[in-house]
């Protein structure tokens, strides 16, 4: 099995470059989509963040705006937040891996790959890119979103550049759909290539 790191920066296209790998048959691992289940309703980590954090929860798990309003500015905050979530992301992460084990190849989806040490665990890169003024258009075109809030995002993240140049493959979403499909694809097709010899 081969296991791909699929990341980008915010508003990269990033997402949907993974579903599109879903759609080619591969199991892909989402942790944004894991880190909402843990703390959605009945949540594995909604209990540990109130205890942390508190006033952040309700009946439908964590207040996203209130936990992110609770650690916004505050790194002590926030590197207390990551010691509860990246473990219980890594343990859901880890039965993915073993679920699939039979599978040729795997994505695993990580916006933080990079960041949080996961490129080392992974045989293969791939980031997905696009030029910054689209992906400005793209995050401030989001609901809630603010310039200041996407500047604070983006200081977190290694700059898309350092993350192009540390890739095996590298995916711009700046033109059509069917223009990302096709590059989806020849990825696929390079793995299954190295996974033949």
Do not use: Y
Not at 132 to 153: D, K, N, T, W, Y
Not at 159 to 169: G, V
Not at 180 to 189: F, G, I, Y
């Amino acid at each position: 099995m081969i296991t791909v790191g699929l990341t980008g920066s915010i508003g990269m296209g990033k997402s949907t470059v993974a579903e599109m790998f879903a759609e080619e048959g591969v199991p892909v691992f989402d942790a944004d989509e894991t880190v909402h289940r843990l703390q959605g309703p009945g949540g594995a980590l909604v209990a540990a963040i109130e205890a942390a954090f508190p006033d952040t929860t309700g009946d439908q798990g964590v207040d996203r705006t209130a936990l992110r309003e609770a650690v916004f500015g505050d790194e002590e905050a926030f590197a207390r937040l990551e010691a509860l979530v990246h473990p219980a992301v890594a343990r859901e992460r880890d039965a993915f891996l073993q679920a699939h084990a039979n599978a040729p190849v795997v994505v695993l989806d990580v916006p933080l790959l990079f960041e949080a040490g996961g490129w080392a665990r992974v045989d293969k890169i791939l980031v997905v890119s696009a030029p910054p003024e689209v992906q400005r258009a793209r995050v401030l075109g989001r609901p809630g979103m603010s310039v200041e809030r996407f500047e604070a995002i983006l200081a977190r993240q290694l700059p898309d550049p350092e993350k192009r140049a540390r890739a095996d493959f590298v995916i711009s979403t700046d033109g059509p759909l069917e223009e990302t499909r096709a590059k989806v694809r020849k990825v696929l097709t390079c793995l299954a290539g190295s996974v033949g010899r």
